[in-house]
């Protein structure tokens, strides 16, 4: 089965493809993870990609779109695989159906995590990171045992810079304006299914299993 996970920065889509590749034993592809393993294991388009990072330029669509023919061509993902953060504009979405064509395959179905503005806001804005092992905190319902100190090495834990409001209300008008038309792109092709997104993560789960089960027997 092979899924592409959307929602604005904050809905939770990495979480719950990672609980989605651990039920269904497919892999989990996110972009970052992607640029990672190509640039250590320096595969061809890994080694394409550094050249423009090492500039400080950004990597290219043409880039990133051979970097995940590259990934999901790996045997792992024989059997399907759970893409995270990637297509992120029509462009890449075309190249990733071209992509599938000539492989004679296609995406099963495009999970959309639907979470308002105010409850990405909340989320982010309430997180906090270890300066030094990178734990990842919650102001609201997993604060740190001792208020701005780590529980597992005891150093400080911060806001990042990422997850100050303003910084957060920025990402979602790019969100907006570049991976909303997606939703469009792919409820057109009968292939978007919509999470409700502001639940708790195992009731969201809940939800994207029933969905996928029914995907898996049609």
Do not use: W
């Not at 250590?40 to 669509?61: F, I, R």
């Not at 792919?186 to 939800?207: A, P």
Request: one cysteine or more.
């Amino acid at each position: 089965m092979r899924i592409i996970m959307m929602g604005p920065p904050g809905a939770g889509k990495g979480s719950q493809a990672k609980i989605i590749a651990k039920e269904y034993s497919i892999p989990h592809i996110s972009t970052g993870d992607m640029f990672r393993s190509a640039l250590k294991n320096e595969t061809p388009m890994g080694l394409k990609a550094k050249e423009y990072m090492d500039k400080g330029e950004l990597v290219p669509d043409s880039v990133v779109n051979g970097l995940v023919e590259e990934r999901i061509s790996q045997q792992d993902c024989e059997d399907g695989y759970v893409l995270d953060g990637y297509p992120r504009t029509i462009n890449q979405a075309e190249a990733l159906s071209g992509i599938l064509d000539k492989k004679g395959q296609e995406i099963d179905v495009v999970l959309s995590i639907d979470t308002s503005d105010e409850t990405v806001i909340r989320r982010l804005t309430g997180r906090r990171t270890c300066v030094n092992c990178g734990a990842i905190y919650h102001v609201d319902n997993n604060p740190p045992k001792e208020q701005g100190v780590c529980d597992l090495c005891q150093h400080e834990v911060v806001q990042r810079e990422d997850d100050k409001e303003e910084t957060v209300r920025n990402r979602l008008e790019v969100y907006k304006k570049q991976t909303e038309p997606l939703i469009d792109f792919y409820d057109k092709r009968e292939l978007l299914v919509e999470v409700d997104g502001e639940q708790e993560l195992s009731d969201v789960f809940d939800d994207i299993k029933e969905i996928l089960e029914a995907n898996i027997s049609c």
